[in-house]
């Protein structure tokens, strides 16, 4: 889920990281899937990193990339709300739920002068 606050002047992402590739890179680096996301810095450069990939590739605006993100292993479903029947995201209710952690992003980002 991408969030952009129209007072601020970039996004930032609520992500459910592919269950795969977390496996295999938190083996890679002697973690498990829990440590993994106590500690979300090093997977979050990963994460960063491919998202800067596809955003130049595709030729993304600096507005369209998030620079903060959050890692949640809460996948969005239509069980939790966070998705209509018709597999649409209900934003409104997302911002809701991940609030504390969009504002977290928004300090962060603040804090680095962003």
Do not use: H
């Not at 106590?38 to 590739?57: G, N």
């Not at 239509?78 to 928004?106: C, H, W």
């Amino acid at each position: 889920m991408i969030y952009g606050d129209s007072l601020k002047n970039c996004c930032v992402a609520i992500i459910v990281p592919d269950e795969a590739s977390l496996q295999t890179w938190a083996a890679a680096n002697g973690k498990t899937e829990e440590e993994v996301y106590a500690d979300q810095a090093e997977y979050q450069k990963v994460v960063l990193d491919s998202i800067a990939e596809v955003a130049k590739a595709k030729k993304f605006s600096s507005l369209e990339k998030p620079k903060e993100i959050f890692l949640t292993a809460d996948a969005f479903t239509v069980e939790n709300d966070i998705l209509t029947p018709t597999f649409k995201m209900k934003r409104n209710v997302g911002k809701k739920v991940y609030q504390s952690q969009i504002d977290a992003m928004y300090e962060t980002l603040a804090a680095r002068g962003q």
